[in-house]
Nanobody, 124 residues
Framework: QVQLVESGGGLVQAGGSLRLSCVASGHKFSTYAMGWFRQAPGKEREFVAGISWNGGRTFYPHSGEGRFTISRDNVNNTVYLRIDSLKPEDTAVYFC?????????????????WGQGTQVSVSS
């Protein structure tokens, strides 16, 4: 069993940056691929970024536009998501998820463990 706890969300102005953190419990974190998803009100949850078990490969959808950076620290069981040049349309609840395979999936059904989410709100 893996428990994931996100933090770092908040209210920021457009153009600013945030770094979200997700701390995982359990000793198998370093073997799991990790992903970040987000869900805006009235919309489906969407993939934002993924990272392989050792951090050697990262994955972003085309819509990421280079503003998202995922990274991980396997010593401290933490995965991060940095968002630069925030836009109002980035407003959403951001979730981290663990995929019990070395490479991350692109859809939420591929992930076994989820955090409770952290709210990011961007004002114009």
């Amino acid at each position: 069993q893996v428990q994931l706890v996100e933090s770092g969300g908040g209210l920021v102005q457009a153009g600013g940056s945030l770094r979200l953190s997700c701390v995982a419990s359990g000793h198998k974190f370093s073997t799991y691929a990790m992903g970040w998803f987000r869900q805006a009100p009235g919309k489906e949850r969407e993939f934002v970024a993924g990272i392989s078990w050792n951090g050697g490969r990262t994955f972003y959808p085309h819509s990421g536009e280079g503003r998202f950076t995922i990274s991980r620290d396997n010593v401290n069981n933490t995965v991060y998501l940095r968002i630069d040049s925030l836009k109002p349309e980035d407003t959403a609840v951001y979730f981290c998820a663990a995929d019990t395979v070395p490479l991350p999936g692109w859809v939420e059904a591929e992930y076994e463990y989820w955090g409770q989410g952290t709210q990011v709100s961007v004002s114009s």
